[in-house]
């Protein structure tokens, strides 16, 4: 340190100044550049997505292929709440095309290609990116609060927390070293301690962090065994959502009580009083509330009250949005006939993604 020291005291004396990094002209809080030039594939740009993403992407490319699956699974989940992908690759129609048509379902969002590379200079070269894949997360507003790989957890949480309009992209950097201690504990049998960072980082903003209170129950539940404290916090979080009249953290908490797979038990009862909380916060007339309650519903083996909140959801969605919800009804409407579960597919009614620190993941590189 102190040789490393001298170094830069002696170019300093002599008149040469280390070379200060430019920041990059699009990052995280600028406005995103509108998407133009494009040449699409498959789909259309939507007229006004809540949450969209931009990725970039090419068929050669490895971790490309890897990410798909992933950014499709996000994407039939969400886009009944409003989220719009648009994977945008430079190569050829004729190498592109071929490429998702072969996927099919598999690949479902909008794909395009950037025949003058104009997005790639907007996006990739403004942000100092050359790697792909690479998602732009752009949320309210049109601003930018994610950058980075699609495969890291934190670009779904930043996706499903924009949807709801509460992603905090600088507390949500806070969180980060308190979330990694809290895991350490945890995987020492710390609970004591593990519980004190989770609070940490929900009282940076009990609104944004609604996931790491659900995931500290889940910890409870899960790791310490302590199903008596779980159920006791959980009705903690029911009364404190209900009291925000929070109803996207009364939906989450729903969902993980009854149909999340990361819990060990499901506590049905419990979801129901957090679904009527949702309900009841909505004023009934959301779609997502009747969805969220219809899978509770059925979580409990209720076809009947589960095809009839998905009728209410189907009916007060926005006209965009209804055919997303459809496919859930129809496989509650065959389980009602059948007397018996069926397959239910991904819906907007989707567990929260967990409050978790960015894995470290491959890129390609053009």
Excluded at 7 to 14: D, G
Excluded at 49 to 67: I, M, N
Excluded at 133 to 162: Q, W
Excluded at 285 to 301: L, P
């Amino acid at each position: 340190m102190r040789m490393l020291a001298a170094i830069c005291v002696t170019l300093v004396l002599a008149g040469v100044a280390p070379v200060p990094q430019e920041e990059p002209a699009l990052k995280v809080g600028s406005t995103a550049p509108a998407l133009d030039g494009l040449e699409f594939v498959q789909g259309e740009l939507a007229t006004s997505p809540k949450v969209r993403v931009v990725e970039f992407w090419a068929t050669w490319c490895g971790p490309c292929l890897q990410s798909i699956p992933h950014i499709n699974e996000l994407y039939q989940a969400q886009r009944g709440r409003g989220l719009e992908v648009v994977g945008i690759s430079d190569e050829k129609r004729e190498k592109v095309e071929p490429f998702v048509r072969k996927r099919a379902g598999q690949m479902s969002y909008t794909v395009a290609i950037d025949p003058e590379k104009k997005m790639n200079l907007a996006f990739m070269q403004a942000a100092g990116k050359n790697g792909i894949p690479c998602a732009f997360v752009i949320g309210t507003n049109n601003k930018i609060v994610y950058i980075g790989h699609p495969m890291e957890d934190e670009f779904a949480r930043a996706v499903k927390l924009s949807l709801d309009g509460r992603y905090d992209p600088v507390l949500s950097k806070k969180a980060t070293p308190l979330l990694e201690a809290a895991r350490r504990a945890v995987k020492s049998k710390n609970f004591k301690d593990a519980y004190q960072r989770f609070d940490e980082v929900i009282a940076l903003d009990p609104t944004i962090f609604t996931d790491a209170a659900i995931e500290k129950y889940r910890v409870m539940l899960n790791d310490e065994k302590n199903t008596t404290a779980a159920k006791s916090y959980a009705q903690e979080l029911i009364t404190a959502f209900s009291a925000a009249s929070d109803a996207p953290a009364l939906r989450d908490l729903a969902l993980v009580l009854s149909s999340d797979p990361r819990v060990s038990q499901y506590d049905n009862a419990l979801a129901l009083v957090a679904a009527q909380a949702m309900l009841k916060a909505a004023a009934g007339s959301d779609y997502s509330a009747q969805s969220t309650i219809a899978s509770v519903y059925y979580a409990m083996g209720d076809f009947a009250k589960a095809v009839e909140a998905q009728k209410k959801a189907v009916r007060l969605a926005d006209p965009s949005l209804k055919g997303s919800l459809k496919p859930t009804l129809d496989a509650y409407e065959l389980a009602l006939k059948r007397g018996v579960k069926v397959a239910v597919p991904a819906t907007a009614a989707a567990a929260p993604a967990p409050t978790t620190v960015p894995a470290t993941v491959p890129s390609g590189t053009p």
